[in-house]
């Protein structure tokens, strides 16, 4: 059963501190998304790839956040410097764009607390 | 770009009654709408979606209608258990040229006592 895996599970940092999260969509999907969720805002979409380019990162604080795809196998989503205010839930998720059955399947998220 | 409002943010039902989410939504030009599940703890999964060439679709006790005239989209869950106890996130996006961002609603806590 294929999945997104993401690491790690739960971070737990300080202030200013620098944050990497990875995200290994699944093999043969061309798309793939990084979502927060807070208890205030839901489910709110940071930054989406295609065919690992850049689509749409107008959801990201730019000045503290950046997201990249290396390669089709890893997608990393960093914070620097973090904040208490980033503390959330990422999800990444990963779908096939331009397939009939266009499901998107999410990781299991990165529980994020900035001390 | 699209706003997806959810209501209502909180349901309690008893087990085997009816649950019924609804949305709006504010993009004409989306067409299709999914519904995700998410149990406390674990990740969003997708328990059904529509397109907006299909009026109402049916998965055993979960149906999902949509309105194009009036931008709204509604879940219902028949006979409830228990385990279908969670929140649960309607959404929207428009799937054809280059974009394929999915807005999400804010989530409706569903309680079934038993």
């Known amino acids: 059963d294929a999945r997104v895996t993401q690491t790690p599970r739960h971070k737990v940092t300080e202030m200013g501190q620098e944050v990497t999260m990875r995200c290994q969509p699944i093999l043969g999907h061309n798309t793939v998304f990084w979502y927060r969720q807070t208890m205030m805002q839901g489910l709110e979409l940071l930054a989406y790839f295609r065919n690992r380019a850049p689509l749409d990162d107008s959801g990201m604080p730019k000045d503290r956040f950046s997201a990249e795809m290396p390669d089709a196998t890893l997608a990393t989503l960093k914070i620097q410097p973090s904040e208490p205010r980033d503390s959330a839930v990422y999800f990444c998720a990963s779908g096939r764009w331009g397939a009939t059955n266009e499901k998107l399947f999410f990781g299991s998220g990165t529980q994020l607390s900035v001390l | 770009g699209e706003n997806v409002e959810q209501h209502p943010s909180t349901l309690s039902v008893q087990e085997g009654d009816s649950a019924v989410i609804k949305c709006t939504y504010s993009d004409s030009a989306s067409n ?28 055993q006790r979960i149906a999902v209608t949509l309105n194009k005239t009036a931008k709204h989209f509604s879940l219902h869950i028949t006979e409830t258990q228990p385990e279908d106890s969670a929140v649960y996130f309607c959404a929207a996006s428009y799937r054809g040229g280059s974009n394929y961002k999915l807005t999400f609603g804010k989530g409706t806590l569903l309680t079934v006592n038993p």
């Open chain 2, 32 to 59: 299709y709408f999914p519904w995700y599940k998410q149990e406390l703890g674990k990740r969003p999964q997708l328990i059904i979606d529509i397109r907006s060439n299909v009026g109402e679709k049916k998965d």
